[in-house]
Antibody
Framework: EVQLLESGGGLVQPGGSLRLSCAAS????????MTWVRQAPGKGLEWVSAITGSGASTFYADSVKGRFTISRDNSKNTLYVQMNSLRVEDTAVYYC???????????????????WGQGTLVTVSS | DIQMTQSPSSLSASVGDRVTITCRASQSISSYLSWYQQKPGKAPKLLINAASSLQGGVPSRFSGSGSGTDFTLTISSLQPEDIATYYC?????????FGGGTRVEIK
């Protein structure tokens, strides 16, 4: 059974940093690109960042580029996002999601995301 | 960047009704369109990808259609467990983008 479990959320002041983790199980982690999606309170979904299965390529939304860094440790089956220079508008539930199509060396996003974690809440406030 | 527009933003229908949600892309995305269902307090669930390909375990009352810029999600007979917000997502090019969502309620 595929499971994704996020952790690391919490309250942080504007300008602060936080690292989220997503522990994966039930599939060959390194064969799949992984994606972070966030949802501000009462709002819709926003694609944030993604990383190929090998970890060699990363992708970011303009809203987080230069502030967030996505990474993965395939030996630990864990996905990360390091969030720096946090802003009030980064307040959201952050979900990690597995991409449906196996594709270790590219970001094969065409078929969507078939498994999602339960989300972790990040609150940026003074 | 491709923008996705859903309509309506919310709807209220009776059990057994046919429900249709539309999604429009700001440019052609061929059939690179996914639909997700999100129940309150839960993570999104992939219902349909490639515009019309139903995912395993999803009830057959759900269907998707369209290509190019205009897409539709249809629930043929609304059930109480279908109460949720539905999102479309273009998977044609980066940055991937979601529609604003359609909240479905029971009348």
């Amino acid at each position: 059974e595929v499971q994704l479990l996020e952790s690391g959320g919490g309250l942080v002041q504007p300008g602060g940093s936080l690292r989220l983790s997503c522990a994966a199980s039930g599939f060959t982690f390194s064969n799949y690109a992984m994606t972070w999606v966030r949802q501000a309170p009462g709002k819709g979904l926003e694609w944030v960042s993604a990383i190929t299965g090998s970890g060699a390529s990363t992708f970011y939304a303009d809203s987080v580029k230069g502030r967030f860094t996505i990474s993965r440790d395939n030996s630990k089956n864990t996905l990360y996002v390091q969030m720096n220079s946090l802003r009030v508008e980064d307040t959201a539930v952050y979900y990690c999601a597995k991409d449906l199509a196996p594709c270790s060396s590219a970001y094969c996003y065409e078929k969507g995301h078939d498994y999602w974690g339960q989300g972790t809440l990040v609150t940026v406030s003074s | 960047d491709i923008q996705m527009t859903q309509s309506p933003s919310s709807l209220s229908a009776s059990v057994g009704d046919r429900v249709t949600i539309t999604c429009r892309a700001s440019q052609s995305i061929s059939s690179y369109l996914s639909w997700y269902q999100q129940k309150p307090g839960k993570a999104p669930k992939l219902l349909i990808n490639a515009a019309s390909s139903l995912q395993g375990g999803v009830p057959s009352r759900f269907s998707g259609s369209g290509s190019g810029t205009d897409f539709t999600l249809t629930i043929s007979s609304l059930q109480p467990e279908d109460i949720a917000t539905y999102y479309c997502q273009q998977t044609y090019s980066l940055p991937l983008a979601f529609g604003g969502g359609t909240r479905v309620e029971i009348k």
